[in-house]
């Protein structure tokens, strides 16, 4: 069974540019969530999905960030206009429902914003 | 919020040394989350180490063990003889109410020696 999967694996822009993460979950899991994850720090959810339905983005910076998932399978996280604070790895994790508990993780982009 | 404090690394430990990594939680949105470690070896995406979602039980995997302390609110990580290959940082975490989102805490660098 193939694990998440993610693109780009590292990702460098300079302020002000835009940036998409592309994240293909684990094939029958209906529950996809995007996390931050700043150096030196634990994991932070930013928005997650069931099928193509938003469950929660309240802690998606909804000025700049974006997340779809139109077909309920792959996502994007898109970044527009990236600021210094926004360095990070951004991690993608399924799980097979809204209420399994037990996620699985892609293996992250790294961004850099100079 | 859910909060998760865990012991601040790096903690390097010879090979075949006992490890103890402390992990303490604060939950508001549920008086027994599930608790979890999570683990990210060199090069390779976070994964599922174990879990307990009774206090009182005791989860284990791969020779680590942690135990569901609800009066401490607790769930130390721990191994009694480390291999090179436990080189890693670990993660713990608990679950809010609904089991969707998960509050991970800083994370733990162990370098075990040869």
């Known amino acids: 069974e193939a694990g998440v999967t993610q693109s780009p694996r590292y990702a460098v822009l300079q302020e002000g540019q835009a940036v998409s993460f592309w994240c293909d979950p684990i094939s029958g899991h209906d529950t996809l969530y995007w996390y931050q994850q700043p150096r030196d720090q634990g994991p932070q959810l930013l928005v997650y999905?069931?099928?193509?339905?938003?469950?929660?983005n309240s802690q998606l910076p909804s000025d700049r960030f974006s997340a779809v998932r139109p077909k309920g399978t792959n996502s994007t996280l898109k970044i527009q206009s990236a600021k210094q604070g926004d360095t990070a790895t951004y991690l993608c994790?399924?799980?097979?429902?809204?209420?399994?508990?037990?996620?699985?993780f892609g293996p992250g982009t790294r961004l850099l914003v100079l | 919020g859910d909060s998760v404090t865990q012991t601040e690394g790096p903690v390097t430990v010879s090979e075949s040394e006992s490890l103890i990594i402390n992990c303490t939680y604060s939950?508001?949105?549920?008086?027994?989350?599930?608790l979890f470690w999570y683990v990210r070896y060199p090069g390779e995406g976070l994964q599922l180490l174990l879990k307990?979602?009774?206090?009182?039980q005791k989860g284990s995997s791969r020779g680590f063990e942690a135990t569901y302390n609800k009066e401490t609110t607790s769930f130390h990580l721990q191994k009694a003889s480390v291999q090179e290959s436990d080189s890693a940082v670990y993660y713990c975490a608990l679950a809010n109410s609904a089991g969707n989102k998960l509050t991970f805490g800083i994370g733990t660098r162990v370098l075990v020696r040869p």
């Open positions: 939950a508001t949105s549920i008086a027994y989350p599930n």
């Open positions: 307990v979602i009774t206090a009182g």
């Open positions: 994790a399924s799980s097979l429902t809204l209420n399994q508990d037990t996620q699985y």
């Open positions: 999905f069931r099928d193509e339905a938003v469950i929660d």
